[in-house]
């Protein structure tokens, strides 16, 4: 509502089908409005929570909470605002974001489980894969990874750089040691 791109102006918003739930089950605080709830079907009106991000740029400092947004042909109601949070990489800045209700999607899209546990969430695992196949023997081939591990995976080249620069100042160290024994 109300917002005017300028000349140029790329438009294309990351966004995420969620379910309720998904807010606190991550720890991603609602600063306003409500998260998603089993009444956000396909037949009530289609809402979005949006990220901080999001409010700044296109809402200018306004609430969000009511707003509307188009997204393709469809208008969405705007009914929580979120936290700001890392979508992509941990060392990311804030970028605005969109979360939809997964009950309100027109067709299935990738679909990602996240369990909390009380221990080592390598050890569910196994269990997650026997209940899933319990459920459908199709649905048996699945990845799952501790979220730690997904976390610090876009951090490897960053490892192996800090890795290479210890050795080579080690190195260094040990040359400038011996160079000033001589």
Do not use: C, W
Not at 55 to 65: I, L, Q, S, V
Not at 82 to 106: F, I, L, N, W
Request: hydrophobic fraction near 45%.
């Amino acid at each position: 509502d109300a917002y005017v791109p300028s000349r140029g102006e790329h438009m294309t918003v990351a966004h995420s089908m969620v379910a309720p739930g998904y807010f606190r089950l991550l720890r991603i605080p609602l600063l306003d409005g409500r998260d998603f709830s089993a009444l956000d079907t396909r037949d009530a009106a289609p809402v979005l929570i949006v990220n901080e991000a999001f409010a700044r740029r296109y809402f200018a400092g306004t609430t969000p909470m009511g707003r509307r947004i188009r997204a393709g042909n469809r208008l969405f109601t705007v009914v929580g605002l979120a936290r700001d949070s890392k979508y992509y990489y941990p060392t990311e800045a804030p970028r605005p974001y969109v979360y939809a209700s997964s009950g309100q999607a027109d067709m299935p899209a990738d679909v990602a489980f996240y369990v909390r546990t009380a221990g080592d969430p390598t050890d569910a695992i196994a269990t997650l894969r026997r209940e899933a196949g319990a459920l459908d023997p199709a649905a048996a081939a699945f990845d799952a990874m501790p979220l730690a591990d997904y976390v610090d995976a876009p951090l490897f080249p960053q490892r192996i750089a800090a890795g290479l620069l210890s050795v080579l100042g080690a190195l260094a160290l040990v040359l400038a040691a011996v160079g000033l024994y001589s």
